[in-house]
């Protein structure tokens, strides 16, 4: 795991809803491309499930991950992207269960008018910094 420092809620912020404000770290830079709710065979998962979508991201997202030796725990930066903002406590639910509470990544949420599929829900890129 990588050296990085998280800072939750700098002075003068309001505390984030499950993500640290600011996150520092030096070492390899890792960045995944956005990860979509598609199996190994290019099948969509959950086509109107938010949670199923949700897991088969996290997966493939801790398949490249580790394809690049790093985990979760060197994440700095998250982008969501969601056509809608209702599957976000879906999304939340399932991060929470790869994330280490006390090491949560800074995190950006953005709502789309649609992804590279229409019954795509949940698309998530990721930054990470590992040890060189």
Known sequence: MSSLTHITTPEGLPPGNGYSHVVVGEGRFIAVSGQVAL????????????????????????????????????????????????????????RDRYLDPGRLPACSAVQVAGLVRPELLIEIEALAVCPS
């Open 39 to 94: 199996d190994a065979g290019g099948k969509v998962v959950g086509a109107d499930d938010p949670e199923a979508q949700a897991e088969q991201v996290f997966d493939n997202l801790r398949r490249c991950l580790e394809a690049a030796g790093a985990g979760f725990g060197d994440v700095v930066k998250f982008t969501f992207f969601v056509t809608d903002l209702a599957v976000m406590p879906a999304l939340r639910t399932v």
